[in-house]
């Protein structure tokens, strides 16, 4: 069959199907595919027959032949078995994609299918999904009146010209019909390629059984990192979904600060409750950085940073590095203590680079020590990193023992709303 255009399976959707002798089998219902492949090709062609009672046979794709619209099937009537059922755990095209909602990974958001594109090759093949207006007319069978009538109104409509498809490899399904277990193409360390504010809206375009399933479906460090993404609001309404266990956990991986900010945002019913589940160390961490006030250094600082003793060498200080990459916010910065965990100064990754892999990271360190108290005021502590440019200051007690860091992305999280509100003021009539 040579092979001239695309085809759309709402085309496809009704048309007859005939057996060897020219006999009509029954009608095109849906098609099985493989998911497993780049672009899926068709393994099942699903016919329906009967009119009260509709019966149903499946025929692999091996056995039909395609042409310009006319489907036959090699063998005759007597050989199909009609059944009242379709097979529940084959991908299917018309129960599993069209109305469904999927994720673009492309333009990063939701999107609901119309329609789907397909390669008229043997076996054929998705290519795309149709999100347009049209791809919804055309399976309604309007297409044809539609298109005459904007035709006549507006000759150059968009409408009649702009094609909506979206490519199958961008494409990543998030669920199935609303009585079958959800199914989840969607991997977490694909949504961590989608910046922060695109994942949050897409996030919440998904309704409350997918946004679930798509946090099962990862690991619970990968979970941490997605969910730090999603501003407050959003991850109180995702927590409302998850079970007791599943909130500790993921508390539990997430970087103090975030997790600070929200056991502060909750009732503290609540806080207490996952703080009395959770691993005493990490308790008692998180239950003095809630002591602080959110407009301090101790309120805002996170405890994932690299602290280094000053008796190593500057190899050590690196292979140190390469250990703990997974574990830290920022790993341009490293500060040396003594045995006692006092702050001795501050070191870069780009000193300890440039330096000889004998030497003391005391040679590497910063001559005057920058740091804050754990009751220094934000806005000083932004005074001082715009002083020294820093983008991350060391945070001690009274004792000068280190307590964790605070970064400029901490700070601006603090400030923006601030002076955005102050704008707002300024520009009120």
Do not use: C
């Not at 695309?6 to 849906?30: Q, S």
């Not at 119309?114 to 399976?139: Q, S, Y």
């Not at 301090?296 to 940073?305: C, D, F, I, R």
Request: glycine share 4%.
């Amino acid at each position: 069959m040579k092979v001239t255009q695309f085809t759309y399976f709402a085309d496809w959707m009704g048309m007859p199907v005939f057996d060897r002798n020219n006999k009509i089998l029954g009608r095109v219902f849906d098609l099985f595919i493989n998911t497993q492949e780049t672009y899926p090709p068709v393994t099942t062609l699903v016919i329906q027959r009967g009119r009260l009672r509709h019966v149903y046979a499946e025929i692999p794709w091996s056995e039909v032949t395609s042409t310009e619209g006319l489907f036959r099937i090699k063998n005759a009537l007597s050989h199909l078995n009609f059944k009242p059922t379709i097979n529940t755990e084959a991908f299917r095209v018309r129960r599993d994609i069209l109305d469904q909602q999927v994720v673009d990974l492309h333009n990063h958001k939701v999107i609901r299918v119309n329609d789907v594109h397909m390669l008229p090759v043997t076996p054929p093949r998705i290519v795309h999904v149709d999100i347009g207006t049209r791809g919804l007319i055309r399976r309604l069978g309007w297409e044809n009146i539609v298109d005459r009538l904007i035709h006549l109104i507006k000759p150059q409509a968009a409408y009649l010209r702009d094609e909506h498809l979206v490519s199958w490899k961008y494409v990543k399904t998030v669920s199935t019909d609303p009585l079958q277990p959800i199914q989840m193409d969607l991997t977490a360390r694909q949504l961590e390629s989608i910046p922060p504010a695109d994942l949050g809206d897409l996030i919440m375009d998904l309704d409350v059984r997918q946004r679930v399933a798509l946090f099962r479906t990862a690991d619970v460090q990968q979970r941490a990192r997605l969910f730090e993404r999603l501003d407050f609001e959003q991850q109180e309404q995702l927590l409302e979904h998850l079970n007791t266990r599943e909130a500790v956990d993921l508390l539990s991986k997430m970087s103090a600060d975030e997790a600070v900010d929200l056991l502060g945002g909750m009732a503290s019913e609540q806080s207490r409750q996952l703080l009395a589940l959770m691993e005493s160390s990490r308790a008692r961490r998180l239950s003095q950085l809630l002591g602080y006030e959110d407009d301090e250094a101790g309120g805002l600082m996170t405890t994932e940073y690299l602290e280094v003793p000053e008796t190593y060498a500057v190899y050590q200080a690196l292979d140190l590095v390469k250990d703990k990459i997974p574990q830290l916010v920022t790993i341009y910065y490293l500060y040396v203590v003594n045995e006692s965990k006092k702050l001795i100064g501050s070191t870069t990754l780009r000193s300890l680079i440039g330096a000889s892999p004998r030497d003391s990271v005391m040679q590497t360190i910063f001559p005057k020590p920058v740091f804050v108290y754990t009751h220094t005021p934000i806005k000083e502590v932004a005074f001082l990193m715009e002083k020294y440019k820093v983008s991350a200051l060391p945070v001690v007690n009274k004792e000068k023992i280190l307590q964790g860091i605070i970064t400029v992305d901490d700070v601006l999280h603090h400030v923006i709303p601030i002076a955005w509100r102050r704008r707002s003021r300024k520009t009120q009539p």
